[in-house]
């Protein structure tokens, strides 16, 4: 390869690299923006990725919503329309196989599985919200999930993921002990080690 | 290893007395000298590479560390930094230091790392979800084009890693929906740059023996993809592959650099022993040769394909090396292996017998090649697969602690004896020659 060709893809790289980087900030910055704002109940706990560092793994009881055309023409949902309670916690409204037209407040789903009506497999098909990472400071994280597990086994407090959604994506804004931030208990917490 | 300065010496004395003129101490000296520089020249580039490398990972890991106190548009700003710093570097190296070999394989090795950090810096940001073979799949889309602007062995070798841990990640969620079909084009690239720059060019480098060894180790985990479904006949696929390794060592397809086929031909025959070995147990034969039916084939229809594409390649390549008379035991391995196994399927116990016989037999052959050659790898790789198999069949029988006493002190006396004559061989023809 002659150095005008490396030149050349080293142009087509660095748009390809910066101008993807930019792209996935420029979608998240939308949702920020754009996205309405739900709340999903939640426990948590502590793992830690020696990649992307340390988070916290949020885990969610499963949704379940009927779905009649899968088992008609073998399609499979793959979005999940929401709105929100009175307590503004997501509430699922209908699922489908294609984007919803009418609506931006829907996410797209990885994971979905036939769920039991009667004893026996039906209508119904359940997912988990895929809102699965809650990246924390390396030094936090071990105390948020220490917050976490000393908050249910003494209080009847709610645990949520708080998050925005909006065209199949979404970007979780924070997790929340009650009415504060995991990120602050778990600096109090820190601090009075 | 004599060094420079007492081949010097050495030179001046010898001229000095008169045993050689001026021109010839100049000539060797010279020839010294371009020995020195070219080591010096791969120490200053593998070392390059390893501070690239460890800079990288550093700022991967001070990325994980996720700084708190630092707000969203600074964090964001600095999530490009990585990216863009490399871009710079390698823009100069290739205006300036394009022919120097350690500054271009330096900078490669850290633009390949750059743009995992930052996209883990982004994804922390960001709160951005996805599991580790998403992560890598957009590491290596990014850090492809590195391996061919900078022509890097270094970055190559990064890509090679990252196509692997995908292939694998991806194996391991095979059953849940996860498609391969990324792992194709990945692959692609992979083998596009070592047929560009390592066997077009016939280069008979260090890397080439490396890659030598790398290539073939990337086909080894996602082989079982296709078999998945197949049960055990993942253990033909994975048998016909390393028998063909090894006949690919035999052919010449084409002017391959020195070493290049060395690795191939290890990987090939430790991976068959490998597969003789658990088939040389009682248990594996009992329950494994009486899968192999066909039921099993209906469920994975690629992997049939599979099948009779690698038994095709194989007598086609078995042909060839028949009428070039360049056959040998390590080309039978796998119908040996085979008939083993439609044994074991009718009657497990003799099917054992015949794999371990063979093994016994495959180590003795071993041994005699090595006394013949005077090779003492063959000859010791043979003695270590006949005390593996009597190790491993000490498990299988109750024999008592004198019998095992004795059969380890004739094996240890064997292993003195085997290599003290060889030894003795090999010294004789020396002074013979």
Known sequence: MTKRNAIFIWIIAAIFQLGYLGKMIWDKNQIFYYGKQYKFKCALRDPANPIVGRYLELNYDQICGEYKVALDENKIPKYAIFNTNDSGYAKLISLDFMPPEKSTNYIKLEYVYQGYLNGRLGNIWCFRPPLERYYLPEDLAPDAEKVFRETIINSNVEVYTLARIWKGDFVIEDVLIGNCSIKDLARSHYKTK | MISFKNIEKRLEEWRNQGFIPLELESRILEYEKGKKNAANNTVFILFGIIGSILIGLGISLMVAENWDHISRPIKTILAFMPVAIALCLVLFTLLKRFENDAWRESTAAFWALAPGASISLIAQIYQIQGGTDGFVLLWVAMAAPVMFVLRSNAAWTLIWLGTTWYGVLQYARHDIGHSMHHYWWMLALVLVFVWRFVLVKNASTLFAKVAGYLLPMLFIPVLGIFGLEAGVWTFLLYFVLFQLYIHFCSIDLADFPDGWKTGFLNLGFSGAIVLLFVFSYKFSMKNLANEFTLQHLDKSKFAVFEIVLFNLIYLAASIKLFVNQKWNFTHILYPIWLICILVGKFDPEVGQLLDN??????????????????????????????????????????????????????????????????????NRKELHD
Do not use: P
């Open chain 2, 357 to 426: 016989v063979f093994i016994l037999v495959l180590g003795c052959i071993m041994i005699w090649r090595g006394v013949e050659h005077l090779n003492f790898l063959w000859l010791n790789a043979g003695m270590v697969f006949i005390v593996l198999l009597i190790i491993l069949r000490f498990f299988d029988f109750n024999l008592s602690f004198f019998i095992r006493g004795v059969v380890f002190i004739l094996l240890g006396v064997g292993f003195f004896i085997g290599n003290k004559i060889v030894m003795e061989q090999k």
